[in-house]
């Protein structure tokens, strides 16, 4: 079945360092692929998503490709902020629509000042 | 702004007992979900729905119930609540491809 592995974390960082959180994805379709991010207390929100292959989908200085050929979709930002703490879960969905998304098991990201 | 409302927000409960957790979206969704959310597993599906009176099961349904009475309001009943399911529990909508979450409720079983 369809299926999502994503950078096992924690991840620590330092404020304006780079972050890459490494997302690859199996399925038999041809999906849709999203980011979302997800802050204390909260419930997950859309980073951004990229509904075709070879294009780049962004958002608040993330951005990621969806790579057909290597079936990833590798999440980056060049410099981090400490406000860019939360989980971040990579997820693939059906172009249909309707049947749930697909889940990694998402990463803890923690940037110090 | 989609909006998805859950209820209550925290819940303790004894092994054995009777839980419900409710979940109200006021997006116009046909599609509504409901997540538990574990370190180390992520997100993963308990049941969804396409509309009133419809149910599919998800990926880790046992000791769930779920019911969808109407476009806006969807369900989840814990029968025989276990300890495993001591858990954060979202649920959330879709019109078909972006999910919106609620903010989640925490339940532990003791």
């Known amino acids: 079945g369809d299926s999502v592995t994503q950078t096992e974390g924690p991840v620590t960082l330092s404020e304006g360092t780079s972050l890459t959180v490494n997302c690859s994805y199996e399925?038999?379709?041809?999906?849709?692929l999203f980011w979302y991010v997800q802050y204390p207390g909260e419930g997950p929100q859309l980073l951004f998503k990229v509904p075709k292959a070879n294009e780049k989908g962004s958002n608040r200085g993330f951005e990621a490709t969806y790579n057909k050929e290597a079936t990833s979709f590798h999440l980056q930002k060049a410099s981090v902020q400490e406000s860019d703490s939360a989980v971040y879960y990579c997820a693939l969905g059906e172009n249909q629509g309707g049947r749930a998304l697909i889940f990694g098991t998402g990463t803890t990201v923690s940037v110090s000042p | 702004e989609a909006a998805v409302t859950q209820s209550p927000r925290n819940k303790v409960t004894v092994t054995g007992g009777n839980v419900t957790l409710s979940c109200r979206q006021t997006n116009s969704h046909n599609y509504m979900y409901w997540y538990r959310q574990d370190t180390g597993h992520g997100l993963r599906l308990i049941h969804y729905s396409y509309g009133a009176g419809n149910l599919q099961i998800g990926d880790v349904p046992d000791g769930y119930k779920a019911t969808r009475t109407t476009q806006e309001d969807f369900f989840l009943l814990l029968e025989l609540a276990s300890p495993s399911q001591t858990s954060l529990y979202f649920c959330?909508?879709?019109?078909?491809?972006?999910?919106?979450f609620g903010k989640g409720t925490r339940l532990t079983v003791v």
């Open positions: 959330a909508s879709s019109a078909g491809t972006e999910v919106f």
């Open positions: 399925t038999k379709q041809y999906p849709t």
